[in-house]
């Protein structure tokens, strides 16, 4: 008898966390309890590292090995062959802040408060902060959890994940589109990490700015190099760790580089990467849902895509660099390797310039592990979400008991090292709350064939959008009509769980047929 989908769902409970890690413990390390046979009795087993490597706005298909974009990745096709490829994983806010807070907590927007982007509004507008959006001190995210198990831990790049205080730092992106997006981060909201080389928001990608340990709020470092290249050095060097300079040489680390590109502005990248791509964006952005007879805001829409590959390739050059050190110095069989991303990007598909729509250019991100001698080489087709990253990384590094009963995401440790044992969830959910309102705005699913969005509005009639993506993969047609009963099944046996198990008070939960026919 298959467990029930409301089971696979909800948080590990403290009991079915300890059975989960003592059957899924990886072999280096003994179930908890008991010693491990390869240590002597009287030391510890190792505890592995953790690299995570995440650039933003780096959609699913811009892998060249997945054969949809005309990108160049050779070092992630090169990566993907030594791990482990979750092809169907999606963002399930694929917007920025939510992505991230779902990533750091492992729960959904509605529980972790963090549905919407963290920024200040100017006088006579509204921001996150209006409404507490960013990540909250007493939240007790994955970093907490390897601190309190020894690990020294670095966080270098973007963060945004805390909303601006007056008096606002002078920068790039404060203020820009009437809020504030940019600032430093206090060493008490930083969860964990005690190496910091980071910054808020700042999309100056030639010109980055980072506050570290030592610079105070009003003097941020000044950086003239493209930010993945920068922040690739100093990976290198964290890594290298000379003079024990950067991190604890006797204690395990977990490092995140969080690469800005290939956000936009499209245009800040290194003009060495602009000529290796020969072919205009007519000539590359070939997806049929593209839309090029729109206006679209300045600096965004299917032209700008010749830039966005060029970025994706250096994003990948970058990478590699990072990778070839690790191996070169000998940390590649002692270190969990994740990459991902925290949403993707339409670029005009859909007539959609970037993220935060169902569509699947959008939601569907990059999510590879490798852990060389543990992880075998594959593809998984697991309907992988954000907040399952953080119970599946405790559970890969065999701490799975010390997974928080706060947090609502899977471990799914036991199927990406085998392929087999986990029960799979058959759809992924999808949330787009407008601000101070979440009992409105789009909520949805994705299962292995359909993704459904219902729009509700105060005083609207209700907005379905069904595709169906085996028969339709580029999505370019709304059969939401006439496939009334495909709708309610979806509503009733996917949709209504999701909002159950995540606390979150959207409805409606089921949509008598005729209600279906007439708003439809």
């Not at 080489?377 to 599946?392: G, H, V």
């Not at 969830?425 to 979440?438: D, I, L, W």
């Not at 699913?445 to 005083?459: F, M, N, W």
Request: with cysteine; hydrophobic share 35%; charged share 25%.
């Amino acid at each position: 008898m298959s467990v029930s989908r409301r089971d696979i769902l909800k948080g590990l409970a403290a009991g079915g966390i300890a059975a989960t890690t003592a059957a899924c413990a990886p072999s280096y390390l003994a179930a908890p309890g008991t010693k491990s046979e390869s240590n002597d009795k009287s030391e510890s087993p190792k505890k592995p590292n953790l690299l995570i490597v995440f650039p933003d706005e780096f959609r699913a298909h811009s892998l060249q090995f997945m054969g949809q974009d005309p990108s160049v990745t050779p070092n992630l096709n090169r990566f993907a062959k030594e791990g482990v490829v979750l092809d169907q994983a999606v963002s399930n806010f694929p917007l920025c802040t939510p992505f991230r807070g779902m990533f750091m907590t492992g729960q959904y927007p509605y529980r972790n408060g963090i549905h919407g982007n963290c920024h200040t509004p100017e006088e006579g507008f509204f921001g996150g902060s209006d409404f507490g959006i960013e990540l909250k001190e007493d939240a007790v995210c994955w970093s907490d959890v390897l601190k309190e198990q020894g690990y020294s831990l670095g966080y270098l790049g973007k963060w945004h994940l805390d909303c601006p205080q007056a008096p606002f730092v002078p920068s790039y992106n404060n203020p820009m589109e009437n809020r504030y997006w940019n600032d430093w981060t206090p060493p008490h909201k930083r969860h964990g990490f005690d190496w910091w080389y980071s910054y808020g928001t700042y999309d100056l990608h030639m010109n980055p700015i980072y506050w570290t340990n030592e610079t105070p709020r009003e003097a941020p470092l000044k950086i003239a190099q493209w930010s993945p290249e920068h922040e690739a050095d100093m990976a290198i060097k964290y890594l290298r760790n000379e003079g024990n300079k950067f991190r604890d040489n006797d204690k395990p680390f977990a490092l995140v580089v969080s690469m800005n590109p290939p956000h936009s502005p499209y245009d800040q990248i290194p003009q060495k990467y602009l000529d290796r791509v020969t072919q205009t964006s007519e000539e590359l952005n070939t997806r049929p849902s593209v839309v090029w007879d729109k206006e679209y805001m300045d600096g965004y829409g299917p032209k700008y895509f010749r830039e966005y590959m060029a970025m994706i390739n250096g994003v990948d050059e970058q990478f590699g660099r990072i990778i070839d050190e690790l191996d070169r110095l000998g940390l590649d069989e002692d270190t969990l390797v994740v990459f991902f991303s925290d949403h993707g990007c339409c670029l005009g598909a859909h007539g959609e310039p970037t993220k935060n729509v169902i569509y699947d250019e959008a939601v569907r991100i990059p999510m590879m592990f490798r852990w060389k001698g543990k992880l075998q080489s594959r593809q998984d087709d697991l309907l992988f979400s954000a907040p399952d990253i953080y119970p599946t990384l405790l559970g890969l590094m065999g701490m799975g008991d010390a997974i928080p009963d706060t947090v609502e995401g899977t471990n799914f440790a036991k199927t990406i090292m085998t392929g087999e044992g986990d029960t799979r969830p058959t759809s992924q959910f999808y949330t787009k709350p407008p601000y101070g309102a979440v009992s409105y705005g789009v909520r949805g699913v994705r299962t292995d064939q359909y993704t459904l969005s219902i729009v509700r509005k105060v005083g609207k009639p209700l907005q379905f959008t069904l595709f169906d993506n085996v028969n339709d993969p580029y999505q370019m047609k709304n059969i939401a009509k006439g496939n009334e009963a495909i709708i309610q099944t979806l509503i009733t046996e996917e949709l209504a769980h999701w909002l159950e198990v995540t606390g979150d008070p959207w409805r409606p939960t089921e949509v008598p047929e005729s209600v279906l026919k007439a708003y439809t």
